[in-house]
T-cell receptor
């Protein structure tokens, strides 16, 4: 089956720093999604990408759909303490609704 | 996006018992799904809850262990049957609303 490799597994940064995380796949995806999960909550959709090469921003967050359709990255600029959480990438390879999730990147921001 | 409410939000259960999780959506949705998130892990799709028919289960999940109901377009239940400590997880209801959106999750601990 399809697998996603998400890295890094965890990050511990200082407030104000920029953050970058990425996902790679052995298969081609038609859609890449990035979710954030805070403690005690369900995942919340941050950014959705639908075209190879697409670069999309949501406030301080920027994500790109890789040209090869096998990777995506998420950048967070000028991190703040409320950015703390687990960030998941997810990919969709066909026309159905099924998503394959990465294992998540745990982000800790030190004030 | 739709508001997705799950009950219970958390529970502690005894080995061998069963627990039913409810998912209520504030609008009619065609597609509803149940995911499992084991401690420190990513999200795994259990099944698609089909309205008016039997759920469609993913590989590794069976109806006897995870019976699902979907009586209408706004409600679904997932039962975790004959629980063991390995069933301790977050169970997440999700709906298709142009993309996949999640409830806040039900955190089960099995002793």
């Amino acid at each position: 089956g399809q697998q996603l490799n998400q890295s890094p597994q965890s990050m511990f940064i200082q407030e104000g720093e920029d953050v970058s995380m990425n996902c790679t796949s052995s298969s081609i995806f038609n859609t890449w999604l990035w979710y954030k999960q805070e403690p005690g909550e369900g995942p919340v959709l941050l950014i959705a990408l639908y075209k190879a090469g697409e670069l999309t921003s949501n406030g301080r967050l920027t994500a790109q759909f890789g040209i090869t359709r096998k990777d995506s990255f998420l950048n967070i600029s000028a991190s703040i303490p409320s950015d703390v959480g687990i960030y998941f990438c997810a990919g969709r390879g066909g026309s159905n609704y099924k998503l394959t999730f990465g294992k998540g990147t745990l982000l800790t921001v030190n004030p | 996006s739709a508001v997705i409410s799950q009950k219970p939000s958390r529970d502690i259960c005894q080995r061998g018992t069963s627990l039913t999780i409810q998912c209520q959506v504030d609008s009619q949705v065609t597609m509803m799904f149940w995911y499992r998130q084991q401690p420190g892990q990513s999200l795994t799709l259990i099944a698609t809850a089909n309205q008016g028919s039997e759920a469609t289960y993913e590989s590794g999940f069976v109806i006897d262990k995870f019976p699902i109901s979907r009586p209408n377009l706004t409600f679904s239940t997932l039962t975790v049957s004959n629980m063991s400590p390995e069933d301790s997880s977050i169970y997440l209801c999700s709906v298709w609303g142009g993309e996949l959106f999640f409830g806040e999750g039900s955190r089960l601990t099995v002793l």
